[in-house]
């Protein structure tokens, strides 16, 4: 089987971590870490649920990787993960020796591996990652605009109901 076809497979399966946060009300991002061919972890947001800043799918699933594997060291994994990481996720990557990150949709406002910064791939910091982006790029990007839509059409609709009731009052 092609790399291609695998990390389709394993986005695929990041994507599924995402249909959860989403579920819960959480941004749509999710994380898969492989290691040996296998998942072995596997993360979606939590920020609300947990009220926790650092509770991001990547961090969570290599957290969890971390603990599977009895190290800190993840130079043989590979991480699979629906958005581009924000910068506290890249330098976590680094720091975890992570080997190989795949991401499905960039992220121009926050996106640390590539669009704003290329922390991954930085000569200056003491462990570089192979990087592959674009992975299931519009699944990713899609999941995430529907998240964000269906949001703006809740505040929206809810507003209006506001100004309703405010003309009902008077």
Wanted: glycine fraction near 8%; aromatic fraction near 6%.
């Amino acid at each position: 089987m092609s790399r291609k076809n695998i990390d389709n497979i394993f986005m695929m399966q990041a994507l599924e971590e995402a249909e959860k946060a989403k579920a819960e009300g959480e941004v749509p991002v999710g994380a898969v870490v492989v290691y040996e061919g296998e998942i072995i972890a596997r993360g979606f947001n939590r920020r609300e649920t947990w009220q926790d800043p650092t509770a991001h799918a990547e961090l969570i699933a290599v957290r969890r990787a971390a603990q599977v594997l009895g190290s800190w060291r993840l130079q043989e994994c590979t991480v699979y993960v629906t958005l581009e990481p924000c910068p506290m996720c890249a330098g976590m990557l680094v720091n975890a020796r992570v080997g190989r990150v795949v991401f499905g949709a960039r992220d121009p406002k926050a996106g640390a591996m590539r669009s704003l910064f290329a922390m991954g791939e930085d000569p200056r910091l003491n462990h570089s990652i192979e990087v592959k982006e674009g992975v299931l790029s519009a699944a990713s990007g899609r999941v995430l605009s529907e998240f964000f839509r269906s949001i703006r059409e809740k505040r929206k609709a809810s507003a209006s109901q506001d100004d309703s009731s405010n003309e009902d009052a008077s």
